[in-house]
């Protein structure tokens, strides 16, 4: 009886804290590594950060002065020398810590043995990036930040920036239209394209910019912002005649940007500009972002006047991709399918798409079409994204470099009820206004009155 007693009073405890910490690495992990995870990983890196660097050939010999020094005062073995560790610095997610690489290393060599650090030190994964020459920086996540994806209270906004997406790394991913002028966005049915689309035009929709919308799916995707778009179109149709209406806009643009060129010779050099962004901000035109939704349907034709209309089509959405990032004009492309054989055309209009992103699709030659050009390593993770992991994406740029990216949860009723509720900053386009779809005000309902009146009676 003593020993049972024995047994409950010290197992007892023992399984519940056990149980305790499994349920919360499970359901919890951000609670678990904060408490669990970041004190073991710590210690794990620095009783064996020698001897890791060490087993992933990141050490070098040492200098003739130190083996002098180390034989000259004590006679212990002298060991391979690993760059040198700056301080480890915790977060919410992880663990970041500075190593200066030592004389004939190279950031390549550290990014090459980021799979084996991340076993040695117990970690979900481990990211390397450059600080300076001769500097690196290892971030250490310690869960899977994307399996649920919890955006930061604090985000750090501006014109024409939006937070879309959290990075692998635990860091956010933003869509700055003034760095990436014009992007190109793919995914299959229910990959989270939609999801992406919605956070962009809801992130924009507080901005001073005016958002343009085309939507060959009868308006379904583009339809519920109608209260914040300046101007929608829901087939090919319309679309050719809204296309010439924003040439006509970029060239009247830079009609004005040429008339401030053309100033007297006294002028500073600081107002002399190339694009609006130089223009003060009472001349500056608003900026417009437009939103190419099924951008293939623009290219399938079924008679010789479509194969015409869609030859324009194709024209103007390449002069815009060339000419629109100096007239304050930018363009989102998105798609379920995008190849070379939609037709004339395709290739140089992705060309000039600057950034790329891509979800789950259902064919490598779509992987292909949008990063395969700029990161071809990135195909292959593109095309291992499992259906159970909606939102879930590959993202690069014409840098060559990538990461993937998962994009929280966003109902299509809060997205519509944020372009409802800044309707008021539709900015005034008179080329647009006949495009502008009639949306109705819903009347706002009075709250009855907490007293209610009482006839008067003679």
């Not at 300046?230 to 006509?248: F, G, R």
């Amino acid at each position: 009886m003593t020993d049972l007693t024995t047994l409950l009073e010290v197992g007892g405890p023992v399984a519940a804290i056990g149980g305790g910490a499994a349920y919360t690495r499970a359901k919890h992990p951000g609670v678990y590594w904060s408490t669990v995870g970041l004190p073991i990983s710590t210690a794990r890196l620095l009783g064996s950060y020698s001897s890791v660097m060490e087993a992933c050939g990141l050490t070098v010999a040492p200098s003739r002065l130190r083996v002098l020094a180390v034989k000259a005062t004590t006679r212990r073995e002298v060991r391979p020398v690993p760059p040198r560790r700056g301080i480890i610095r915790p977060t919410s997610t992880g663990l970041r810590i500075r190593l200066r690489l030592a004389p004939g290393q190279e950031p390549a060599d550290v990014a090459a043995s980021a799979e084996r650090l991340r076993h040695a030190w117990g970690v979900h994964a481990v990211y390397v990036s450059t600080v300076k020459p001769g500097v690196v920086e290892l971030r250490l996540v310690g869960f899977d930040v994307l399996r649920r994806v919890r955006m930061p209270r604090k985000v750090a906004t501006g014109l024409l920036k939006v937070p879309v997406a959290l990075r692998g790394d635990a860091t956010l991913f933003v869509r700055d239209y003034r760095a990436i002028p014009h992007q190109l966005t793919l995914g299959a049915t229910l990959s989270g394209k939609s999801m992406y689309l919605r956070h962009l035009v809801a992130g924009l929709a507080r901005q001073p910019v005016a958002l343009v919308g085309i939507d060959c799916k009868r308006g379904v995707e583009l339809s519920p912002f109608a209260a914040r778009l300046s101007a929608l179109a829901t087939d090919p149709e319309q679309a050719a005649e809204l296309l010439p209406v924003l040439i006509q806009e970029m060239e009247e643009r830079y009609e004005l940007i040429k008339s401030r060129q053309g100033l007297a010779p006294a002028t500073p050099d600081e107002e002399i500009t190339s694009d609006v962004w130089g223009l003060p901000e009472d001349e500056r035109p608003v900026p417009i972002v437009l939103f190419v939704d099924e951008v293939a349907e623009l290219f399938l034709v079924a008679t010789r006047k479509d194969e015409e209309r869609r030859d324009e089509m194709v024209t103007q959405l390449i002069r815009l991709a060339q000419l629109g990032r100096a007239a304050g004009i930018y363009l989102e492309v998105c798609g379920q399918r995008f190849g070379a054989e939609l037709g004339k055309g395709a290739t140089m209009l992705r060309a000039q798409l600057t950034g790329r992103v891509c979800h789950r699709v259902n064919d490598e030659a779509s992987a292909k079409m949008a990063l395969g050009d700029i990161a071809p390593e990135a195909v292959s993770a593109a095309c291992a994204i499992a259906p159970e992991s909606p939102g879930l994406a590959v993202a690069g740029d014409s840098s060559g470099g990538w990461s993937r990216i998962r994009t929280p949860y966003l109902s299509l009723g809060d997205a519509a009820g944020i372009c409802r509720e800044s309707a008021h900053l539709v900015p005034d386009l008179p080329a647009l206004k006949p495009f502008r779809l009639d949306v109705p005000v819903r009347p706002v309902e009075s709250p009855a009155p907490a007293v209610q009146p009482r006839p008067v009676t003679d």
